[in-house]
């Protein structure tokens, strides 16, 4: 299984962002049980920001819950995430995963 993220880059401050992670070798329906995005800010750890699983329910992290959607396009065999109101603490490279498998992460950078 390979995973391909993107996104738009440079993003403003109060923004929405929106990621796409498109899934090879795999289907999304059927591989795994958990679909995940994960973010590494500059200089710190890896952050779980969420998850939806094989059956469409979807878990976030309660700090990043109200402002975090994550959803999936069966038929394009792609997951998405969605952030709003986003903040200058957010920039960072983000990944989405699946099983032990990994993307190589877009770069968000918030900036104005």
């Known amino acids: 299984v390979q995973l391909q993220e993107s996104g738009p880059g440079l993003v403003k401050p109060s923004q929405t962002l929106s990621l796409t992670c498109t899934v090879s070798?795999?289907?999304?329906?059927?591989?795994?049980?958990?679909w995940t995005w994960i973010r590494q800010p500059p200089g710190k750890g890896l952050e779980w920001m969420g998850a939806?699983?094989?059956?469409?329910?979807?878990f976030y992290s309660p700090s990043l819950k109200s402002r975090t959607s994550i959803s999936r396009d069966d038929a394009k065999n792609t997951l998405y995430l969605q952030m709003n109101s986003l903040k200058l603490e957010d920039t960072g490279l983000y990944y989405c995963?699946?099983?032990?498998?990994r993307g190589q992460g877009t770069q968000v950078t918030v900036s104005s």
């Open positions: 070798g795999g289907s999304i329906t059927t591989s795994f049980y958990y």
């Open positions: 995963t699946g099983g032990a498998m």
């Open positions: 939806i699983t094989t059956s469409g329910s979807t």
